[in-house]
């Protein structure tokens, strides 16, 4: 496994290795979620590169960019041991380099969810995803579906841009009690962490609900706040029901009507859980519930 962190020699070392490429695209601080991508690229491709990369730019100004959790060693040696080729390690100044102009903007399912709460940051995503994607020259790029609003803008700038690339999105990995996998759980105190599955249970209920035939988005975003609301540790950010393809709240008159709209549902919130800030999501398409995948107990 080769480490590098210039784009000149990241791409001389491809081109060292014909065949087919899976780009793994994170920011470090690994764990099994980011790993079951990794296993998942080295299934279905000749090559595997993994970047890990802290990108700025889909930072607010009053986010966790400084604090954001690293380990670059650890990172190293649990990608080492899963046969990748090459790890793309860029500082900032390589991807921004000074008098940096260029950036990716996504509309309308980027004004939403996230992007409401958080300005700026899909900008940010989809510029730094997209230079990946230029650098690498994967044909596949794997992304997990816990990020449910990232992988709908990327694979919105994929199709609108022409990219070259198949957009694989992968099952949200979770812990044993149902809380999603994420560098951010590092935050969580012990109090914060029994109380952080109420995000699980919230989107469970809704689940059952719809299976029940629920199908009125006020009720459905109500089931979920209920149960955050009654977590005495848990700040609701949002909480949303909503067109898997337009991210359209269900029930919302529609100003600009997707041929794609009504074949899938997406149940979707943000909570503060102390201060570290969680998000999750159950998606509905094809008749059936993607919810994520459980650690053994």
């Not at 490429?21 to 979620?33: E, I, K, N, R, S």
């Not at 649990?78 to 102009?101: G, I, K, T």
């Not at 209920?205 to 977590?231: Q, T, V």
């Not at 919302?252 to 149940?267: F, N």
Request: charged letters at 25%; one cysteine or more.
């Amino acid at each position: 496994m080769e480490v590098i962190s210039t784009i000149e020699a990241f791409r001389a070392a491809k081109a060292a290795l014909p065949g087919s490429w899976g780009l793994v695209p994170t920011m470090g601080y690994l764990h099994a979620g980011h790993l079951s991508l990794v296993k998942r690229a080295r299934a279905e491709n000749d090559h595997v590169a993994v970047s890990i990369f802290v990108n700025p730019t889909q930072f607010g100004p009053n986010e966790d960019l400084a604090a954001y959790p690293r380990d670059l060693d650890r990172d190293l040696r649990l990608l080492e041991a899963l046969d990748v080729d090459l790890v793309f390690n860029p500082s900032p100044e390589v991807m921004y380099p000074p008098n940096y102009q260029t950036y990716v903007t996504v509309e309308d399912v980027t004004n939403v969810l996230e992007g409401a709460s958080r300005p700026g940051h899909f900008r940010g995503v989809a510029t730094v995803v997209a230079k990946l994607f230029n650098i690498v020259g994967a044909e596949r790029a794997y992304f997990g579906q816990k990020d449910a609003q990232q992988t709908i803008v990327i694979k919105r700038m994929v199709q609108d841009l022409n990219m070259p690339i198949d957009i694989i999105i992968c099952p949200t990995q979770r812990e044993a009690d149902g809380l999603a996998m994420s560098s951010r759980n590092t935050y969580l105190d012990a109090e914060q962490r029994r109380a952080a599955p109420v995000l699980y249970r919230a989107l469970c209920a809704a689940k059952d609900a719809f299976d029940r035939g629920e199908r009125d988005g006020d009720r459905l975003r109500a089931i979920m706040r209920d149960i955050i609301e009654a977590e005495p540790l848990a700040k609701l950010d949002y909480v949303s029901a909503a067109d898997a393809t337009t991210l359209q709240e269900l029930g919302e008159p529609s100003p600009q009507p997707s041929p794609l709209k009504g074949e899938g549902v997406l149940l979707s919130m943000a909570v503060r859980v102390g201060k570290p800030r969680l998000i999750d999501n159950f998606l509905y398409e094809n008749g059936k519930w993607l919810t994520g995948e459980m650690a053994q107990a």
